[in-house]
């Protein structure tokens, strides 16, 4: 598998689907994703490691609310070489799977 998110580069997705990162160096990393929403959206944005969710936001009635514009998560990890993180983006509202309804920026920094 092809990573699609980089180490310390911001990168920009519109729609929804799932983003992954092979870590290549041991150590501290600080993910976060932004993504701005239709309104009525159910977005929801989960950060992985190695299929265990570290961070979920969204993805229900209440939150994000009908007419939130926008929605972040992030968190920060301690990993390995060779672990996976992934960043999941779904929805259960169609009014999501419009394209270009959802447009998101991923971020991931190594921290010293």
Request: proline share 4%; net charge negative; charged share 10%.
């Given at each position: 598998?092809t990573?699609?998110?980089?180490?310390?580069?911001s990168a920009?997705?519109?729609g929804?689907?799932?983003?992954?990162?092979?870590?290549?160096?041991?150590?501290?990393?600080?993910?976060?994703?932004q993504?701005t929403?239709?309104?009525?959206?159910?977005l929801?944005?989960?950060i992985n490691?190695?299929?265990?969710?570290?961070a979920?936001?969204?993805?229900?009635?209440?939150?994000?609310?009908?007419?939130?514009p926008?929605?972040?998560?992030?968190?920060?990890?301690y990993f390995?070489?060779?672990?996976?993180i992934?960043?999941v983006?779904?929805?259960?509202?169609?009014?999501?799977s419009?394209?270009n309804?959802v447009k998101?920026?991923?971020n991931?920094?190594q921290?010293?």
């Open positions: 598998m990573d699609s998110i980089k180490v310390n580069q920009a997705y519109a929804l689907g799932t983003s992954t990162l092979t870590v290549q160096a041991t150590g501290d990393y600080f993910i976060s994703v993504s929403i239709p309104a009525g959206s159910a929801k944005q989960v490691s190695n299929s265990v969710a570290l979920t936001l969204g993805g229900d009635a209440n939150d994000p609310t009908p007419t939130q926008s929605i972040a998560v992030s968190t920060q990890s390995v070489a060779g672990d996976m992934t960043v983006l779904s929805s259960s509202n169609s009014v999501d419009v394209p309804a998101s920026v991923i991931v920094y921290t010293v």
